[in-house]
């Protein structure tokens, strides 16, 4: 017998997960129903990359996505010995940045690369800061490199996340082992 999940209760756990892996960062998790399946948007600032995050959001996913053959698969996972199918199909992870984070990014990216990133400024946004100014590859130096920033060497073990036990997908797609398999 499968236990299917709602989204609302899929994006309780993403939500209890997250704050195991990494205390004291204060994420928002969004669960987004509409025709033909749902999502899971989180959001913080700073603190862990995108990378980090998704390693423990991931792993509550519902499905998979295979462009070659325009398909979305399922994807089946066990928790306390009962096969369960999550009711987000994606999850995104979007990292806000704080100005003072940002100006750390454009100290590092003079560093590194000099006048390459001359008249790349950090702006303020509407809660949130944003690199603006400079040509588009000074931009995406600068991005990189805050992509890649952190204040953590890896996430914390998350009980939440520690239970759920991928169990693969529904077969169909060759590549669905690939990018259905959510670590």
């Known amino acids: 017998m499968t236990q299917y999940m709602t989204t609302a209760d899929t994006a309780k756990m993403v939500r209890r997960a997250l704050g195991e892996a990494f205390p004291g960062v204060k994420f928002s998790v969004r669960s987004h129903t509409y025709a033909g399946g749902s999502s899971i948007d989180v959001y913080w600032m700073d603190g862990p990359n995108a990378r980090m995050v998704e ?5 509550f996913s519902g499905a998979y996505f295979d ?24 999850i995104f992870v979007h990292r806000k940045n704080s100005a003072l984070f940002l100006a750390s990014v454009m100290a590092a990216a003079v560093r590194r690369y000099g006048s390459l990133v001359a008249g790349v400024q950090v702006r303020d946004g509407d809660g949130y800061a944003y690199l603006d100014g400079g040509d588009y590859e000074a931009i995406r130096l600068c991005r990189e490199i805050a992509a890649k920033r952190t204040a953590y060497l890896s996430p914390r073990k998350s009980k939440t996340a520690g239970k759920v036990i991928y169990l693969g997908n529904d077969g169909y797609s060759e590549t669905g082992a690939l990018s259905g398999d959510a670590a």
């Open 67 to 90: 462009g070659m053959i325009d398909y979305k698969g399922s994807t089946k996972a066990m928790i306390d010995g009962v096969v369960t199918q999550f009711g987000a199909d994606f």
């Open 55 to 59: 390693s423990v959001a991931g792993t």
